[in-house]
C-alpha cells in the first residue's frame, strides 16, 4: 500500500496533468487590458505576454522568422504582394461561444487596419492593398493584431487558451482555462496574475514560493544562471535594443561629435559586469541572430580615433538621461559619460532639464529582421527604413535600409538585450519562448503544468502532454 | 574777550586736553589689549580647527580600517586570489560597504590599480586609480596616513579626506581607498563656536572660482571680498589671515584665517612603483611625496563682540570725559568767578576812575597779590583824590589868581581913564576953571561909559560864576537844536550869506538833561560859528547816536583854527576874538561835562571847524546821586 502511494506520488511529480493555478507577477500596472501605445519594453512585454494567452493571431512566426499557422491554416498572395488570402481554422470559437468565422475575422482586422481591404469569404479572409505587403505575414505576427474582441465591459474576448475570469485594473488579473481552446485545453486551471510589482519583489516572492513565475532581469538571470539557483532562469533571443538617441533639439549636431561618442564608449566592461555578461555588444539596430551581419557593425571602442574625429568640432556639454525605471540604466549611463570624458567629450547624466541624448531601451518585436527594423526606427524615432517596394527582406536591402537608419549617428546601438522569466521547481515542461513571449510558436503557457499536491488531488485524467 | 572768560576757555581747554589725552592712552591700551585677546581667541579656534581637522582625518582611517578588516572585504580579497574570479561581482559591493560605514567614497582597487568597484562613482569599475597606481607615494599630510585628494564624480570633481589600506589574504593585495566628502556637509559637523564661522575653497580650478567657497549651506553667496585671501594662499601655499570689510560698518567685519589643505599630487601613470610604496605604506607616507593645495580652510570670527566693547568702552569714557568736562567747566566758572572777582571790582573801579569817579573803591578780599593789588588801587585813587584836591587847589588859586590877574587888567582899563577923567576935573578946576564946566561934562560922560564898562565886566564875571547845576528832565536833542535855530533866525537872516543846513536825525532818544544848559551851550555855538564867518558861508547842525549816547554837531565853513588853538580853546578866558572874554566854549565845556558828556572839536584851516558834543542818554551813577 505504502508502495503503491509512493509510486502514485512520484508519477504526479513527473508526469504532465491538469489543475492548479498558475500564479505570475509582473511589473507594469496597466488600467486596460490592450497593447498600450508609446509603452516601455516592460509595459509592452507584459501586454503581450497576457494578451497572447486570451487571443491568437492569423499566423505566427518561429525564431528563424518562419510562418506558422495559428488561426489561419494556409495563405498565398499574388507577385505583387498586395493580394493575400488566408484559409481559416475551423471550428474555431471565441470564449463568448461564438464563432471565429471569416466575417469575424475579417472585421476585427479591418478595424485594426483601416487602409487594408479585408473581405471575408466561407473559410477565408481576403487581404488587399494598393502598396505592396511584402512583410504582411511578419506583421499579422505582431501582438497589435491579435483577433480579440472586446464585451461590454472592454474586456477582450479571444480564442485563446484563457478567458478572463476577473479582471482588477492594474491589481489583479485572473484566466481560467479555456476548455474549448482550438489548441487544446491548458494543463493547468487558471492563471492568477499580479500586476505592479517591482523585479525585487518578485525575485523575493519567488524565493518564498509565494508565486511561480516571474520576469527578472537579464543580468541577474544571467548572474543568478552563473551561480546557480532553484528556480528555473531562462533568457529570450536579444529581443531588446538599448541605445543612445539625439533628441532632436540636441546640442550634439555634429556628426563628428556623435562619431566620437559611438566611438568613446566601451561597450564590453559594460555588458560584462553591469549586464554580468547578458545581451550582446552592437552597433547595429538588428542583433546578429536575426540578420547575420551583425559583425559588420564594430562595436569596438576606439578613443584615439575619437579623439581625432572630436578635434576641431565644437564640443559642448551633453545632458544625458535615462529612464529612471530602470535599474541598470543609471549606472550605465554614468559609465558612458565616463567614457565621453576620456576622450574629452562632457556628458552630464541628469534626469531634470531638456536632455540631449537619451538612455533608450527599445523592442524588437519580430523575427522578422525588416519589420523589427521599421518597429525600432518607429520606437527611436528614426525615419522609416526605405525597402524596396517589389521584393522582401533580401539581406542586401535589409543592410542597405539598417545602414541609412544609422547615418549621420543620429542614434549609437549599445546592446542587443534579451528578455528573462524565472520560474520556480513547481512549474515543469516550461519552455520560454525564445522571442520573449509566452504564447508563440513551438513555446506556450498552456503546456506548463504544475507539480504540487493540489494539482495532483484534481487531475482526474492525466493525458500526455503530446495528446491534446 | 573779558579776563573771566580767557580764564575760563583756558581753565576748560586744559581740562578737555588733559581729559582727551588720558581717554585716547585708555582707549588705545584697551584697544590694544582687546585686539591681542581677539588675535589670541582667532588663533586658538585655528588650532582648535586644525585639530578638529586632524581628528576627522584619524575618523576616515579608522572607518577605512574597519572596512579593510571587514568579513566582505576579506572574502572578496580571498577570491581574487583564485584564479578564475569574476571581478563584476562585486561593482556594486563598494556602495554597500560605504554606506555600512558611513564612508562618502570607497573604491575596492585590485593589484594592478584597476578599480573594482567604486561607490561614489559605480560605473568608473574597470579604470585606473591614480591612488594606488601613482608613482607618489600615498600621503603623509593627516595623521596615520589620511590625506586630501580631488575625486572626479559624474556632475563634476569635489574633494574628499581620504585614506588607503590594504586587505592582504594572499598574494594578491586588495586595496581598499575610502574617504568623506570635503564639502558643507563634513563643515557642518565641525564644533562651530559662537562668533565664529568655516568656509571651505575647493581648489579644483586652475582659477578663482565663486562656486568652489562653501559654507554650511553650499556655494557660499557674496564672498568676493575672500576672494584676495584665497589668492594669497594659493600663491603661497602658507597661512594667511586678512580682515574682511562686508560694509562701511566696522562691526560686520570678519577676521578670516585661511588655512591651506595640501594633498599629494598623485601620477596615474606609473604603476608599479605605486604598488611599491602601497605594499610599504609605512615606508612610502615617510617618503615626502610632493604636495599641491587642495582646498584652503577659512575660519572667520566676527569682530562685531570686539567693536561693540570697544564702542561700550568708548561711550563710557566719552560719558565720563563729558561729565569731567562739564565739572570742570563748572568748576573753572567757579574758580574764575572766585579768581576774577577782584580784578572784575578792580576794573570796574578802574573804569569808574576813569571816568572820574575818583571815590571809587575796591574791597580788599584777601591777602594775596590781588588783595594787595585792590589795596594798591585804593591807594592810588586816594593819592588821585588827594592829588585832584591838590591840584583844584593849586587850579583854585591859579583861577583866583587868573581871575585877579583878568580882574586887574579888566579893571585896570577902565580904571586909567577914570583916574585920567578925575586928574582932567582937579586940575580944569585948578588951572582953568573957567573950562572946568566943559571939562566936566566930558569928564563925567567919560566917567559914567567906563562906570558902565566896568558894570559889564562885572557882570560877565558874575553870571560864568553862576553856573547852575543841570535840573536834568527828558530831552529832546531834536527839539533844542531847533529852539536854538529859531533864536538866530532873524539874525542869520541878516547875515544873509550863512546858510544853514540842519541834517537832525529823524529817531532820536530822549537824554536825561537840561534843556535850558543844552540851548545856552548851543546858543554860544552857533553864535561862535556865526562869528568864525564874518565874510558867509555854511553853518551845519546835525544830530545822530552814537551807541547808548546822543551826538550833536555844529559845523562853519570859516577860516578854522590852529592846532594850538585847538588845544587851549576851552581854557576859561583864552579867546581868540577881539573882544572876547573866552568864556564861552568854557561855559559849553562846563556844561557838557556837568551831562557826563564830552565836546570835541575838529578843525581845518581854511575850511572850517567841527564841534561835536556827545551826551549820554542816561548820566553816569555817580552824577544820578547828585542829581
Same mark, same amino acid.
Given at each position: ?63 528563424? !522568422? ?62 488587399? !492593398? ?93 548572474? !543568478?544562471?552563473?551561480?546557480?539557483? *532553484? ?15 539625439? *533628441? ?64 576641431? *568640432? ?6 544625458? !538621461? ?27 547624466? *541628469? ?118 | ?627
Amino acid at each position: 500500500m505504502t508502495l503503491m502511494i509512493a509510486l502514485t506520488n512520484a508519477t504526479a511529480e513527473t508526469r504532465p496533468h491538469y489543475g492548479g493555478t498558475l500564479r505570475v507577477m509582473l511589473q507594469s500596472a496597466p488600467d486596460t487590458l490592450a497593447l498600450p501605445e508609446n509603452a516601455t519594453p516592460a509595459e509592452y512585454w507584459d501586454a503581450v505576454r497576457t494578451l497572447s494567452l486570451v487571443g491568437d493571431t492569423l499566423l505566427k512566426l518561429d525564431a528563424q !522568422s518562419r510562418p506558422q499557422p495559428a488561426l489561419a491554416v494556409a495563405w498565398q498572395n499574388d507577385a505583387s504582394a498586395r493580394h493575400w488570402q488566408f484559409t481559416l481554422r475551423r471550428g474555431v470559437k471565441f470564449h463568448d461561444g461564438s464563432a471565429a468565422s471569416a466575417a469575424a475575422i475579417a472585421q476585427i482586422l479591418g478595424a485594426i487596419h483601416s487602409n487594408w481591404n479585408v473581405r471575408a469569404s466561407a473559410d477565408s479572409v481576403a487581404i488587399e !492593398s494598393e502598396t505592396p505587403m511584402p512583410s504582411l505575414l511578419a506583421e499579422l505576427a505582431l501582438p497589435r493584431n491579435l483577433l480579440l474582441k472586446r464585451n461590454g465591459n472592454g474586456l477582450p474576448i479571444g480564442t485563446g487558451p484563457f478567458l478572463v475570469a476577473e479582471w482588477q485594473p492594474g491589481k489583479l488579473l485572473k484566466l481560467a482555462a479555456y476548455e474549448e481552446s482550438w489548441a487544446g485545453r491548458p494543463f493547468v486551471d487558471a492563471v492568477e496574475i499580479e500586476f505592479g510589482k517591482s523585479l525585487r519583489d518578485q525575485a523575493i516572492a519567488l524565493e518564498l514560493d509565494k508565486t511561480d513565475l516571474i520576469e527578472a532581469a537579464p543580468q541577474v538571470a544571467s548572474g !543568478s544562471r552563473r551561480h546557480g539557483t *532553484s528556480s528555473s532562469l531562462s533568457l529570450s533571443l536579444p529581443v531588446e535594443l538599448m541605445a543612445l538617441v539625439f *533628441s532632436a533639439n540636441s546640442k550634439a549636431r555634429d556628426p563628428r561629435l556623435r562619431e566620437a561618442l559611438a566611438l568613446a564608449i566601451d561597450r564590453k566592461p559594460i555588458q560584462s559586469v553591469l549586464l554580468k555578461g547578458a545581451g550582446e555588444p552592437a552597433a547595429g539596430i538588428l542583433p546578429n541572430w536575426m540578420t547575420g551581419y551583425g559583425a559588420v557593425f564594430s562595436a569596438q571602442p576606439n578613443p584615439q580615433r575619437a579623439q581625432t574625429v572630436l578635434a576641431g *568640432s565644437p564640443q559642448p556639454a551633453l545632458k544625458l !538621461s535615462y529612464d529612471p525605471r530602470d535599474p541598470q540604466a543609471q549606472v550605465i549611463a554614468e559609465r558612458i559619460a565616463l567614457n565621453a570624458r576620456e576622450v574629452g567629450i562632457t556628458v552630464q547624466v *541628469s534626469l531634470s532639464g531638456a536632455e540631449d541624448i537619451r538612455l533608450m531601451r527599445v523592442v524588437l518585436p519580430s523575427p522578422d529582421p525588416a519589420t523589427s527594423l521599421t518597429e525600432a526606427a518607429r520606437q527611436l524615432g528614426l525615419p522609416q527604413p526605405g525597402f524596396p517596394a517589389t521584393r522582401g527582406n533580401a539581406l542586401d536591402d535589409l543592410y542597405q535600409a539598417e545602414r541609412g537608419s544609422l547615418h549621420g549617428f543620429a542614434v549609437i546601438p549599445l546592446f542587443h538585450l534579451p528578455v528573462a522569466n524565472a520560474a520556480n521547481a513547481r512549474v515543469r515542461d516550461w519552455q520560454p519562448g525564445r522571442l520573449g513571449e509566452w504564447n508563440e510558436a513551438g513555446f506556450s503557457l498552456a503546456d506548463l503544468w504544475l507539480a504540487d499536491r493540489l494539482a495532483d488531488s484534481r487531475g482526474g485524467s492525466r493525458p500526455e502532454a503530446g495528446s491534446r | 574777550m573779558s579776563f573771566r572768560k580767557k580764564l575760563l576757555l583756558l581753565f576748560a581747554a586744559t581740562v578737555l586736553l588733559c581729559v582727551v589725552v588720558i581717554s585716547a592712552s585708555v582707549y588705545s591700551t584697551i584697544q590694544r589689549s582687546f585686539e591681542q585677546a581677539y588675535q589670541e581667541r582667532a588663533n586658538a579656534v585655528a588650532a582648535q580647527f586644525r585639530s578638529e581637522f586632524q581628528r576627522r582625518g584619524s575618523d576616515v582611517v579608522r572607518k577605512v580600517e574597519s572596512v579593510a578588516a571587514g568579513e566582505t572585504v576579506q572574502r572578496i580579497a580571498l577570491d581574487l586570489n583564485r584564479s578564475a574570479t569574476d571581478s563584476g561581482e562585486y561593482v556594486s559591493a563598494a556602495r554597500t560597504l560605504a554606506g555600512q560605514q558611513q564612508l562618502d567614497f570607497l573604491e575596492l582597487v585590485d593589484s594592478r590599480g584597476t578599480i573594482l568597484s567604486s561607490a561614489q562613482w559605480q560605473a568608473k569599475f574597470g579604470y585606473p586609480e591614480a591612488a594606488v597606481t601613482s608613482a607618489t607615494t600615498p600621503p603623509s599630510a593627516g595623521p596615520a596616513g589620511a590625506f586630501l585628494k580631488r575625486e572626479e564624480l559624474p556632475d563634476g570633481p569635489t574633494l574628499g579626506l581620504f585614506a588607503v589600506r590594504v586587505a592582504r589574504v594572499g598574494e594578491q593585495p586588495l586595496y581598499l581607498i575610502g574617504g568623506e566628502r570635503l564639502d558643507q556637509g563634513f563643515l557642518s559637523t565641525l564644533d562651530i563656536p559662537a562668533g565664529t564661522r568655516v568656509l571651505l575653497y575647493q581648489n579644483l580650478d586652475t582659477k578663482w572660482n565663486p562656486k568652489s567657497l562653501l559654507d554650511l549651506n553650499g556655494p557660499a553667496a557674496g564672498v568676493d571680498k575672500i576672494a584676495s585671501l584665497v589668492a594669497r594662499v594659493r600663491d603661497t601655499q602658507q597661512e594667511s589671515q586678512s580682515v574682511i570689510h562686508w560694509t562701511s560698518d566696522s562691526a560686520d567685519d570678519e577676521v578670516f584665517h585661511a588655512i591651506p589643505l595640501t594633498g599629494p599630487v598623485f601620477n596615474a601613470t606609473n604603476q608599479s612603483a605605486a604598488n611599491q610604496s602601497l605594499l610599504n605604506q609605512s615606508t612610502a607616507n615617510q617618503g615626502g611625496a610632493s604636495q599641491q593645495l587642495m582646498g584652503v580652510l577659512l575660519v572667520g570670527s566676527s569682530r562685531r563682540p570686539l567693536i561693540e566693547l570697544q564702542r561700550q568702552v568708548v561711550s563710557t569714557a566719552m560719558l565720563v570725559g563729558g561729565a569731567g568736562i562739564l565739572v570742570a567747566v563748572l568748576a573753572s566758572l567757579w574758580f574764575a568767578a572766585r579768581v576774577t572777582r577782584p580784578v572784575v571790582s578792580l576794573a570796574e573801579a578802574a573804569r569808574r576812575v576813569a571816568a572820574g569817579d575818583l571815590g571809587a573803591k575796591v574791597e580788599v578780599e584777601s591777602s594775596d597779590e590781588l588783595g594787595e593789588l585792590a589795596a594798591s588801587f585804593n591807594r592810588m585813587t586816594e593819592d588821585l583824590v588827594q592829588q585832584k584836591d591838590r591840584t583844584l587847589q593849586a587850579e583854585r588859586v591859579a583861577a583866583w589868581r587868573e581871575l585877579a590877574r583878568r580882574l586887574a587888567h579888566e579893571l585896570k582899563n577902565p580904571l586909567f581913564p577914570l583916574q585920567v577923567t578925575v586928574e582932567n576935573l582937579m586940575r580944569a578946576k585948578l588951572k582953568s576953571p573957567e573950562m572946568f564946566e566943559e571939562v566936566f561934562h566930558e569928564g563925567t560922560a567919560t566917567l559914567l561909559a567906563e562906570i558902565d564898562n566896568l558894570k559889564t565886566i562885572i557882570g560877565r564875571f558874575s553870571e560864568f560864576s553862576r553856573m547852575p547845576q543841570p535840573q536834568r528832565r527828558p530831552t529832546q536833542v531834536n527839539d533844542v537844536v531847533r529852539s536854538v535855530l529859531r533864536v538866530f533866525h532873524a539874525q542869520l537872516q541878516e547875515k544873509n550869506r550863512i546858510a544853514v543846513r540842519t541834517e537832525l536825525a529823524d529817531v532820536l532818544p530822549e537824554i536825561s538833561a537840561d534843556p535850558d544848559l543844552l540851548h545856552r551851550a548851543l546858543q554860544n555855538l552857533v553864535l561862535n560859528a556865526i562869528d568864525a564867518m564874518p565874510q558867509g558861508g555854511e553853518l551845519t547842525i546835525r544830530t545822530g547816536t552814537l551807541g547808548d549816547r546822543v551826538e550833536i554837531s555844529v559845523s562853519d565853513t570859516g577860516s578854522g583854527l590852529t592846532q594850538e588853538e585847538c588845544a587851549r580853546l576851552f581854557t576859561p578866558y583864552y579867546t581868540t576874538k577881539p573882544h572876547g572874554t573866552g568864556l564861552g566854549l568854557a561855559i559849553v565845556q562846563s556844561v557838557v561835562s556837568d551831562h557826563g558828556g564830552k565836546i570835541s572839536v575838529e578843525s581845518t584851516e581854511e575850511k572850517g571847524t567841527t564841534f561835536r558834543i556827545e551826551l549820554p542818554c542816561e548820566p553816569p551813577p555817580w552824577q544820578t546821586g547828585q542829581n
